[in-house]
């Protein structure tokens, strides 16, 4: 319907110019006094033809419209799905989409080009900088003291930073490792806990987590990375109380803290890429791209990941593991 009232309004111009010389014709009759009712059968000819010619331009500009339609992008071949040309602007018109569809062609390949670059480069930039953190971790396990503490304190964030990173590029890469299994679901939180315990020490924050002996269908590898995440979040804005880890039926593992919480306004946006927020505002530190790269990984993996806040009370991250739609990007 939309197509015929289209069509309507783009010949309008040919319909009214018929219109005008059948009224001229019936003007020249009734001046000269000849019978008006001569005029009546020709015009009704005409008419008659001119339906005809419309509805078999009508059917022809149908069809080209849904051979269109079915060009969704610009993609390489576009050029060899066009309509027979008919008329110099639709030539016009093939000709100028060519050149735009090979300049894109030509400035999607540099892109692609230099987006792999810059994915080689900080993928070695990362295994390479893991040598030094190495080192340095080695050197600082001979002491025990405030200040080594602090400083393996300060590496492991370093590491985990390196770790988001080669996370960040992962998950658009189309080899990206997923090893999808069944996991004992108190072995990834327990090797997460482990990696923070020196910081729960020096802090004197409390772990509220008793074995939870579950199994749940997921990847070890990226679905600590989200634990360790929800974790360091939970730690950075946590400056007294503690952390609990507990299981909510069927499958949901909830950790959550007596920390400063996130504002009302905050929360929708909280997994957007590189918001901070008021409280990320006030770290400078912040990067807003934690929970965004938690969001992307739960996501791929099938898995649920909501948060609940309150201001000065709070915050609750819950991760439903029950789902097994696995989604590759």
């Known amino acids: 319907m939309k197509l015929f009232s289209d069509y309507i309004k783009q010949r309008r111009r040919g319909i009214a110019l018929g219109a005008v010389c059948c009224l001229i014709f019936i003007i020249?009759?009734?001046?000269?006094?000849?019978?008006?009712?001569?005029?009546?059968?020709?015009?009704?000819?005409?008419?008659?033809?001119?339906?005809?010619?419309?509805?078999?331009?009508?059917?022809?500009?149908?069809?080209?419209?849904?051979?269109?339609?079915?060009?969704?992008?610009?993609?390489?071949?576009?050029?060899?799905?066009?309509?027979?040309?008919?008329?110099?602007?639709?030539?016009?018109?093939?000709?100028?989409?060519?050149?735009?569809?090979?300049?894109?062609?030509?400035?999607?390949?540099?892109?692609?080009?230099?987006?792999?670059?810059?994915?080689?480069?900080?993928?070695?930039?990362?295994?390479?900088?893991?040598?030094?953190?190495?080192?340095?971790?080695?050197s600082l396990q001979g002491e025990d003291s405030a200040l080594s503490r602090r400083l393996s304190a300060e590496l492991f964030r370093i590491e985990q930073y390196v770790e988001m990173v080669l996370t960040f590029l992962r998950l658009d890469s189309?080899?990206?490792?997923?090893?999808?299994?069944?996991?004992?679901?108190?072995?990834?939180?327990?090797?997460?806990?482990?990696?923070?315990?020196?910081?729960?020490?020096?802090?004197?924050?409390?772990?509220?987590?008793?074995?939870?002996?579950?199994n749940v269908i997921t990847d070890e590898k990226w679905l600590s990375f989200v634990i360790e995440q929800i974790l360091s979040n939970a730690l950075k804005y946590t400056p007294e109380g503690g952390i609990s880890v507990v299981l909510e039926s069927p499958a949901t593992l909830v950790i959550s803290d007596t920390g400063i919480g996130i504002a009302p306004e905050d929360l929708p946006r909280i997994f957007e890429k590189g918001y901070t927020g008021y409280n990320g505002r006030s770290d400078k530190k912040a990067s807003g791209i934690g929970l965004y790269l938690c969001k992307r990984v739960c996501d791929n993996l099938g898995h649920g990941i909501s948060v609940k806040s309150e201001l000065d009370k709070g915050t609750a991250v819950r991760l439903d593991l029950s789902r097994r739609n696995i989604r590759h990007e």
């Not at 019978?35 to 033809?49: Q, R, S, T």
């Not at 069809?63 to 016009?92: C, H, M, Q, W, Y």
């Open 28 to 138: 020249s009759f009734f001046l000269y006094h000849l019978p008006v009712k001569a005029v009546i059968y020709p015009a009704l000819l005409c008419a008659v033809f001119g339906i005809v010619f419309a509805v078999v331009d009508f059917c022809r500009v149908k069809r080209r419209s849904e051979l269109l339609s079915g060009i969704k992008s610009l993609t390489d071949a576009v050029s060899l799905d066009f309509p027979k040309i008919d008329g110099i602007e639709d030539e016009n018109y093939q000709r100028i989409i060519s050149l735009i569809c090979e300049e894109q062609k030509e400035y999607r390949d540099a892109v692609n080009m230099r987006y792999a670059d810059m994915v080689d480069y900080y993928t070695v930039w990362a295994h390479q900088i893991k040598t030094p953190i190495a080192s340095m971790r080695l």
């Open 174 to 214: 189309e080899s990206t490792d997923y090893l999808i299994k069944e996991y004992d679901l108190d072995c990834l939180i327990k090797q997460a806990v482990k990696k923070f315990s020196g910081e729960f020490i020096d802090r004197k924050l409390s772990l509220a987590y008793q074995p939870i002996k579950v």
